[in-house]
């Protein structure tokens, strides 16, 4: 059996709050008090308070503890009415009989015989009990809500950081099996460049199942990855592709989300370059400028022309980075896509400041 020492401590730390804060409030109920009472001797007030105090902290636990939990936060008001003012009758009374059989006996016997049990102002005494009660029920209104509060916010993030994870997991293995492909053809040709591919190929698996492994990796890492890329293209296509890729501003020290510009290059390849074209061909520019990164892809495709119109199909991983776009840099991102028809154009905004963090997105 073993015993949390940290929950020990929480708890003895909460019963101590809640024994100070009954003391204190006793202490500020004597001394209130004592302006209407004759006898200025504030230890026998106190004395006679304390008689009483144990009504007004049963009714605030009772209430703070019971009736909000199982009847008002579960949305049970006519439960939670009835019993409010039931247990506020059993209360009052209880707390009448305290004054009646003990307080006035020994603390004002010359005006007990005058004292009839049933004769009381029932609103003070509501007012009497109901006051602190009522603080203390907000209090703990206030605890159910800032819990309620955190749990959401946990579950909105442990949903986001799963979202992120499919997400990931739908991305790596449609771009292995791509790359795959490649090196099957080079084998069946019985290539000398097959070693090469694999080699690039290791360097890729390496990034994205032990590099990438975070929620954000320097931004010439994934420029590098996408070298690797086009290495293992320029091999699969040799010398009919024509590549471009043009790198401006400052790259150095610069975090984004990992596997988030390969797809767009990707998606190029299967659904453009890959379609047998004559002279295919793909433009790719990177550039950085203050706080803002710009992602540009421009390559040439067939023209798919289904009931007279013309359409780009869009991969698995294109509408994957679209949603991790949406859930890592929601409002500092635009992404445009322009169909030319002979053409295919993807361009990519992305702020650099006030980047949402997610943390575990692997």
Known sequence: MSINIKNIDFNRHRIIWHILFWLLYLILYAFSSNIYYEDSNIYKILAQFSITVPIDILAAYFTAYYLLPKFL???RYFHFIVLFFLSA????FSQRALIYFITYPVFYPESYQS???FKINYIFSFFNIYAIVGIFASIKLLKYWFENQQTTRLLEKEKLEAELKFLKSQIH????FNTLNNLYALTLDKSDLAPEVVIKLSDLLDYMLYE???PKVSLDKEIKLINDYLSLEKIRYGKELQINFDISGKTAGIQIAPMLLLPFIENSFKHGLSKKINNPWIYITLRIN???LNFNVKNNKTINKIKGKEEYTEGIGLKNVRRRLDLLYNGTYTLN???EGDSFEIDLNI??????SIKNEN
């Not at 009758?89 to 009052?92: A, P």
């Not at 293995?173 to 292995?176: D, I, K, V």
Request: with cysteine.
């Open 212 to 214: 990438c492994n975070t």
């Open 173 to 176: 293995p449609h771009f292995l």
């Open 337 to 339: 896509l322009f169909d």
């Open 115 to 117: 004292i009839k049990f």
């Open 290 to 292: 203050n706080d803002s």
């Open 89 to 92: 009758v059993i209360f009052i």
């Open 73 to 75: 936060l579960k949305g």
């Open 351 to 356: 702020k650099l400041i006030n980047i949402k």
